[in-house]
């Protein structure tokens, strides 16, 4: 066991875990915000995004012991009441099917846009490969994205 100690959506924390234990399941198991999913176990789906000191990461193939000291946020950290431009754009173009990807989606969309405030299509593309949607709401993703990005520029606009 070791004692690690870091700060989740600006909390401080530390735990004593196992130096080995995936991020994700202290996140989730031991802290208890259960918003960032398991999904493949290997760092291939993205359902299991979260930013660390800014960054997306992998949680579900990360060692505890590289959060560190350092910052991480979660999808629960992005607002209390969905009011971020992502998540509002999520749910206006209604991006959800199961949902169960969408809190890694938009945690790397999120992402994109503190990087690029105007994305293309490419851009997109590439930020969001490796984020696995069974369902494959890659369209409403792209468009909510964009629409995010417009939200992010006039926040007192509507769509």
């Not at 993703?141 to 007192?156: C, G, S, V």
Request: glycine share 6%.
């Amino acid at each position: 066991m070791a004692s690690i100690s870091f700060t989740v959506n600006a909390r401080p924390y530390t735990v004593d875990v196992d130096p080995k234990m995936p991020l994700l399941w202290v996140i989730r198991d031991v802290i208890g915000l259960t918003g960032t999913k398991y999904g493949c176990g290997i760092a291939q789906c993205g359902a299991c995004t979260v930013h660390l000191n800014g960054v997306p990461v992998r949680a579900c193939s990360l060692p505890v012991t590289a959060a560190a000291n350092k910052a991480i946020v979660t999808i629960e950290g992005l607002s209390a009441d969905n009011s971020h431009p992502v998540q509002q754009a999520w749910i206006e173009e209604q991006v959800p099917q199961c949902g169960y990807c969408q809190s890694g989606q938009i945690m790397a969309a999120t992402s994109l846009l503190k990087r690029n405030a105007n994305p293309t299509d490419l851009d997109i593309d590439a930020a969001m490969q490796g984020h696995v949607c069974r369902c494959g709401t890659y369209p409403r993703i792209r468009k909510a994205i964009k629409l995010a990005a417009q939200k992010m520029k006039n926040p007192t606009s509507k769509s």
